[in-house]
DNA sequence: CCGTATCCAATAAGATACTG
DNA sequence: CAGTATCTTATTGGATACGG
């Protein structure tokens, strides 16, 4: 009885609230919770299941991430899709409006990896580095640098297009590209940003052009820790 | 001795953690706290007093903010700075990097006023309001307009200079603008942003030009609720 | 007045077991 | 596989008291 009337007044009172105009104030209404924008960070490359987010998000719980994607689907973040027979499976899927998160996503991370506590040596989510691609990537080291670059992680193909100084990155079948990366994300990651040696990633294809991709993305200076 | 070890744990262990080199995820360890972005800014137009702080943070406890403050400051994004005399109190100052959070923290805001559950009609502090300046002038509405445009509130006033198609804020005596706007920030928002007649607020000097830059901050479009 | 510290109640998060 | 249910722990907020 007591405990009822508390879950009502929660539905109504929608919680603890930060009584502030201010955009910033309610952009952490939506997406200030705990794993809420990280959530949000796997689903910016189309439709996932719940498994495969619980699997990229180490460390959350089962009850988190469905209170999560409940709360996300109620704001207008996220939307259930189920999918036609024969798969007849539940994706969770990002808004349009969720999607133009993205950019902010990114910035938060170009901000944050300054940081001197930053450990590039943690799990990475085939997500995380492909999404790192648009962040780091430098027009001017591309130069006029064309090519399509592709990933294969588990089950899941990515493509980066590269050409005029812009990088597209997707999810897709990676054949057919120049270069195909067959390595796990913490890999590339290692030779991109933490220094590791070319060879310690399998590639195919070009391996010229591989060589050329990996410099194209210089990570922003540590601040100074004086 | 049991709460001193769990204690003693917790400063070495940093508390809560996301195993996840992503950037994203190392900014949600720097300021996915409760509070702590928009403590940040708050500190965004130069250094703050606690009570100061305090008192533009509604709802938040002394304690919570005492530890935000001490988690930023480890964290290098703040900095406690002792006034010189006569003055002598202690102020809290973003750090040039912490600084550097400013344009996320405006993408965010801006990213999240499109949605349908803000509720412009809340408190809202000066430096949220002068934020927004920034983040939702339009330089194509304000074409060739030059002008000073000075705030007052309560102690503290802030300058606001366009020209050239920019907008350029910062914490000043208003005095000499060419329009001196005299409202707290919830009436200065009402008529920017929640189309309150222009009449509700205190205006002084050039009524034209005031007319003219209250139109220049143009709202983006919500999110369609279908 | 400027904080800090402490205690308590309410929530949120995490671990684990369990069910259709 | 896709979540729920339950229990434990951690964090937050509010009140209040305390030292400079």
Avoid at 83 to 108: C, D, F, K, N
Avoid at 129 to 148: N, P, V
Avoid at 193 to 220: I, N, Q
Wanted: proline share 7%; with cysteine.
């Amino acid at each position: 009885m007591q405990l009822e009337k508390t879950t009502k007044l929660r539905q109504i009172e929608e919680k603890r609230h930060y009584d502030d105009a201010c955009g910033l104030a309610h952009a952490l209404e939506l997406v200030g919770e705990r794993w809420a924008l990280i959530v949000m960070r796997e689903l910016m490359f189309g439709p996932r299941r719940f498994s495969e987010l619980r699997a990229d998000l180490p460390g959350i719980s089962a009850n988190v991430l469905t209170q999560r994607l409940g709360e996300l689907e109620q704001r207008g973040l996220v939307r259930r899709v189920q999918l036609p027979p024969p798969a007849s499976v539940q994706v969770y899927e990002a808004t349009g409006w969720g999607l133009e998160a993205a950019p902010v996503i990114r910035e938060l991370g170009r901000w944050a990896v300054r940081s001197p506590r930053h450990d590039p040596g943690l799990f990475v989510s085939p997500v995380s580095i492909m999404m790192s691609l648009q962040t780091m990537f430098d027009a001017d080291r591309a130069g006029d640098l064309r090519g399509r670059f592709g990933f294969r992680f588990g089950h899941t193909g990515f493509v980066a297009d590269i050409g005029d100084g812009t990088i597209d990155v997707r999810r897709g079948d990676p054949v057919g590209s120049d270069v195909l990366f067959n390595a796990d994300p913490g890999a590339i990651a290692g030779v991109l940003y933490g220094g590791a040696p070319f060879e310690t990633v399998d590639v195919s294809g070009d391996r010229t052009l591989a060589k050329r991709f990996v410099t194209l993305f210089p990570l922003p200076p540590k601040v100074e820790t004086s």
